[in-house]
């Protein structure tokens, strides 16, 4: 486990919301001291995080779905938590999902924020705890399974394909 998910686990504990889903993401920002703001920006950009001292924007994309906002406020506050040094991050928010540029660590921090995002807001222990206890009975699809973990963690599908598959508890199609 990286700094990325250990820092997530630190501060699900100190916000005390470590042991239910789904994650509430806006209160973990106001715990940091975070205004999340939403905006209609360009459809290419999922969010920003602004730091001006102890001020601190996440601005997220009003026209994307909720559940993406949420992933995309989890995903700023990744690099507030992680990225000290970078007054101004702009980004395109992907989950985290291993492709040729991440494998390569191309660009580290935005592979860190995407693993911060996904332990947040999926932690290891209840997405594996969740999956094995669906995965007993044989007659429910890995389809159904997805979706009803994305459901009860409040994140997209694709979110939670990639989180099974980066927990081994699912193989990559």
Same mark, same amino acid.
Do not use: C, W
């Given at each position: 486990?990286?700094? *990325? ?26 715990? %940091?001291? $975070?205004?999340? +703001? ?6 290419? &950009? ?10 601190? +924007?996440? @601005? &997220? ?9 949420? =992933?995309?406020? *989890?995903? #700023?506050? @990744?690099?507030? &938590? ?5 007054? %101004? ?5 992907? +989950?985290? =999902? ?20 996904? #332990? ?6 209840? +997405? ?5 206890? %669906? ?14 973990? $994305?459901? @009860? =963690? ?20």
């Amino acid at each position: 486990m990286g700094k *990325a998910e250990t820092e997530a686990m630190r501060l699900l504990a100190e916000t005390g919301q470590s042991t239910q889903a789904p994650v509430d993401i806006e209160a973990i920002a106001r715990h %940091l001291g $975070a205004q999340v +703001v939403q905006e209609r920006l360009d459809r290419s &950009v999922s969010g920003m995080l602004y730091r001006d001292g102890d001020h601190v +924007v996440i @601005g &997220v994309n009003s026209a994307h779905v909720d559940r993406r906002r949420r =992933f995309t406020v *989890a995903h #700023e506050i @990744g690099h507030l &938590v992680l990225h000290k040094g970078r007054p %101004l991050v702009l980004d395109h928010v992907r +989950v985290n =999902f291993r492709d040729a540029n991440s494998s390569t660590a191309s660009d580290l921090e935005e592979i860190q924020a995407n693993a911060f995002a996904a #332990e947040v807001l999926m932690p290891r222990d209840q +997405v594996i705890a969740s999956a094995k206890r %669906l995965l007993e009975d044989r007659t429910i699809t890995e389809a159904a399974i997805v979706e009803y973990l $994305a459901q @009860g =963690f409040d994140v997209s599908d694709q979110a939670m394909e990639y989180r099974l598959i980066n927990l081994g508890l699912r193989r990559q199609v």
